[in-house]
Structure formats: structure tokens, C-alpha cells
């Protein structure tokens, strides 16, 4: 049996033959690491239950739709197609349906409601971000393409039956309909969904180009030194949309490699150059020790800070939607 259970290719910058890394950073944690930060006892309370207005978005739209269910839950309407980003609607972000984080919020989108979903985005296998239960629902309402990284299509394509997987490394190029290409692009991240396959399925986050707009899903991802970012503003240009993650970042010691903190993640609007900035991977599932609504507060005042008007950079909530003024 070879030692990845996930992938075998080429040696590669990102691939050592075993497991994947983002060059120049690292993000792995000892078990004594993780011991030391759940002893540490600075976990905030959240509140169980926080009310929610879900949306009923349309059908379709040619200019960009953006509706937040939750997390990192996404629908992305552009270009008359349907894009679900890491589509989570089950109660626990969890291998386990009795145990592990819990949502908070309802979906933003009842399920039932959803309008046809062409592609789904799949940007790890993390838990929080690869629902298979959710995947298999959506298969058997929608039959969507399903794209994702190197690797994270071995689980999908052994719990889904029938999925239509399109697989690829960082920076290859999918087309997905009417005009839409997708790229995968780097983050700085890892994956796991069990012990001992610690960064054996790749990470990315995706470049979504259409006719008219670029839009682009960061996915999970540390700062690190910021280069991945500008390196993306180099190849691909700057998107009129950026969604960038903000939450999930306490204790910085254990957390910074892996999850932005939202003066990061302004940092990386900037480095990016978006026209617009949507916010996610707050608020939803309590995952670090942060207080539930303090990445919004802090991404205000860091944009503040930062002399950028807020509306350009908004934390998106469940049932929230952005409608691009072209539409």
C-alpha cells in the first residue's frame, strides 16, 4: 500500500512524495502543542442559538450574486451558472454526529430552496469545509461538477456515488460553462481527516474568471510572509470580488499559520488589490477561542485603521447577500 492514501505523483515544489507543503511555510502542530492550548482555559462562550433570516436567492443572475449560508458555505451566482463553495449543511462540522463543533446559526440558505447547482468547490478536506452527507444530498438533487484539489477526490469519490470530480494541482484550470473558468490557487494551509494523514490531499483556494468579472475564494489560509498573494495579483490581475476568510484565528502561538486574523486579512485585500471584499469562516461554528462576533468587530476597526472605506470589505453573515452594482 504506498504511504499516501490519497495521491501518487510526481515530486513537485509542493509535493515531496509523501505529503503536500506550501513552500517556506509550515503549519504543523505537536500533540503537545494542542494540549497546551486546550489547558490554556481563554476559550470564549459562544451562544448556542443565534437567529437568522435565510435568503431565497434567484434562479440565476448574469452579474455576481453572492449569498452567505454559513462558514465558509457559499453560493456564488455569476454568468448565469451556480458555484457552491465547501458546502457544509449538517449540524456539526464532524466526523461524528453526536460530538464536535456545532453550529450556531441555520443555514442561510434552507436546503430545499437552493436554486440548480452546477459546480460545486471543494477547497480541502477538513472537516468544516468537506461534508460528505452534504455532498451526497446536493449529488442527488443537483448531479454538479465537482471541483477540487489533488487528493480530496478520493474521499469524495468513495462516499459519493456517480460524482463528477475534476481534480487538479495549483493553478490548473478547469473550464465549468458558459465562458467560466476555475483555477485552483495556493494557500497556506494543511489537511487531515483522520490520524497519521497529516498534508497527504492537497489545499487551495479557487480563481473563478468570467466574461465580465474575476472573483476570487481564498479558501482557508495563513499570511506567512504574504507572497502567495502577490504572486496571485501577478498571474491572475485583482478581482473585483475577493471572499477571505477572518475568523478562527485564536490563539495567534497556535493558530497563525494556518487561519487569518482580520488585520491579515485586510492585508491580503490589499496585497490582492479586490475592488470588493466579502468576509467568511466566522460565526457559524466555533472552531478557536476568539469571542462568536469579534471578527467583525476587529475587521471594522483594522479597515478603520487601515483607511478603507468598511463597505468595501464586509463580514458576511448567514442569509446575507451582495449584489454587484452591475446588477
Same mark, same amino acid.
Given at each position: 500500500?504506498?504511504?499516501?492514501?490519497?495521491?501518487?505523483?510526481?515530486?513537485?515544489?509542493?509535493?515531496d512524495g509523501?505529503?503536500?507543503?506550501?513552500?517556506?511555510?509550515?503549519?504543523?502542530?505537536?500533540?503537545?502543542?494542542?494540549?497546551?492550548?486546550?489547558?490554556s482555559?481563554?476559550?470564549?462562550?459562544?451562544?448556542t442559538?443565534?437567529?437568522?433570516?435565510?435568503?431565497?436567492?434567484?434562479?440565476?443572475?448574469?452579474?455576481?450574486?453572492?449569498?452567505?449560508?454559513?462558514?465558509?458555505?457559499?453560493?456564488?451566482?455569476?454568468?448565469?451558472?451556480?458555484?457552491?463553495?465547501?458546502?457544509?449543511?449538517?449540524?456539526?462540522?464532524?466526523?461524528?454526529?453526536?460530538i464536535?463543533?456545532?453550529?450556531?446559526?441555520?443555514p442561510?440558505?434552507?436546503?430545499?430552496?437552493?436554486?440548480?447547482?452546477?459546480?460545486?468547490?471543494?477547497?480541502?478536506?477538513?472537516?468544516?469545509?468537506?461534508?460528505?452527507?452534504?455532498?451526497?444530498?446536493?449529488?442527488?438533487r443537483?448531479?454538479?461538477?465537482?471541483?477540487?484539489?489533488?487528493?480530496?477526490?478520493?474521499?469524495?469519490?468513495?462516499?459519493?456515488?456517480?460524482?463528477?470530480?475534476?481534480?487538479?494541482?495549483?493553478?490548473?484550470?478547469?473550464?465549468?460553462?458558459?465562458?467560466?473558468?476555475?483555477? &485552483?490557487?495556493?494557500?497556506?494551509?494543511?489537511? $487531515?481527516?483522520?490520524?497519521?494523514? !497529516?498534508?497527504? @490531499? *492537497?489545499?487551495? =483556494?479557487?480563481?473563478i474568471?468570467?466574461?465580465?468579472?474575476?472573483?476570487?475564494?481564498?479558501?482557508?489560509?495563513?499570511?506567512?510572509?504574504?507572497?502567495?498573494?502577490?504572486?496571485?495579483?501577478?498571474?491572475?490581475?485583482?478581482?473585483?470580488?475577493?471572499?477571505?476568510?477572518?475568523?478562527?484565528?485564536?490563539?495567534?502561538?497556535?493558530?497563525?499559520?494556518?487561519?487569518?486574523?482580520?488585520?491579515?486579512?485586510?492585508?491580503?485585500?490589499?496585497?490582492?488589490?479586490?475592488?470588493?471584499?466579502?468576509?467568511f469562516?466566522?460565526?457559524t461554528?466555533?472552531?478557536?477561542?476568539?469571542?462568536?462576533?469579534?471578527?467583525?468587530? &476587529?475587521?471594522?476597526?483594522?479597515?478603520?485603521? $487601515?483607511?478603507?472605506?468598511?463597505? !468595501?470589505?464586509? @463580514? *458576511?453573515?448567514? =442569509?446575507?447577500v451582495?449584489?454587484?452594482?452591475?446588477?
Open positions: 500500500m504506498p504511504r499516501n492514501r490519497y495521491y501518487s505523483g510526481p515530486v513537485s515544489a509542493h509535493f509523501e505529503r503536500f507543503q506550501t513552500p517556506g511555510h509550515r503549519t504543523d502542530r505537536s500533540f503537545k502543542d494542542l494540549l497546551k492550548w486546550h489547558r482555559g481563554q476559550r470564549a462562550k459562544w451562544p442559538h443565534v437567529p437568522i433570516t435565510p435568503a431565497i436567492p434567484v434562479e440565476r443572475s448574469q452579474a455576481p450574486r453572492i449569498t452567505m449560508i454559513g462558514h465558509a458555505s457559499v453560493l456564488i451566482q455569476v454568468a448565469g451558472l451556480n458555484i457552491l463553495t465547501d458546502p457544509v449543511w449538517s449540524d456539526r462540522a464532524s466526523p461524528f454526529s453526536f464536535g463543533p456545532k453550529r450556531v446559526t441555520a442561510g440558505i434552507d436546503f430545499d430552496k437552493l436554486p440548480p447547482i452546477d459546480v460545486i468547490l471543494v477547497s480541502h478536506n477538513h472537516y468544516d469545509h468537506l461534508d460528505v452527507a452534504t455532498l451526497k444530498r446536493l449529488q442527488v443537483h448531479s454538479p461538477q465537482m471541483v477540487m484539489p489533488l487528493g480530496t477526490d478520493v474521499t469524495v469519490g468513495r462516499a459519493v456515488r456517480g460524482a463528477n470530480i475534476s481534480t487538479g494541482d495549483w493553478h490548473d484550470q478547469f473550464e465549468i460553462g458558459n465562458g467560466v473558468t476555475v483555477a &485552483l490557487t495556493p494557500a497556506n494551509h494543511w489537511s $487531515a481527516r483522520g490520524l497519521g494523514d !497529516r498534508r497527504m @490531499a *492537497l489545499w487551495s =483556494g479557487f480563481w474568471e468570467t466574461p465580465q468579472e474575476r472573483i476570487w475564494f481564498a479558501g482557508d489560509t495563513g499570511y506567512g510572509d504574504g507572497s502567495i498573494f502577490q504572486s496571485l495579483r501577478s498571474r491572475y490581475g485583482s478581482p473585483e470580488i475577493a471572499l477571505i476568510p477572518i475568523g478562527a484565528y485564536e490563539p495567534r502561538w497556535f493558530m497563525a499559520p494556518q487561519h487569518v486574523a482580520p488585520e491579515e486579512s485586510v492585508q491580503i485585500f490589499n496585497d490582492i488589490g479586490a475592488g470588493q471584499a466579502l468576509g469562516h466566522w460565526g461554528f466555533q472552531l478557536t477561542d476568539e469571542p462568536r462576533d469579534e471578527p467583525a468587530e &476587529l475587521l471594522a476597526q483594522s479597515l478603520e485603521a $487601515a483607511g478603507i472605506p468598511r463597505g !468595501r470589505f464586509q @463580514a *458576511l453573515s448567514p =442569509g446575507n451582495y449584489a454587484h452594482p452591475s446588477g
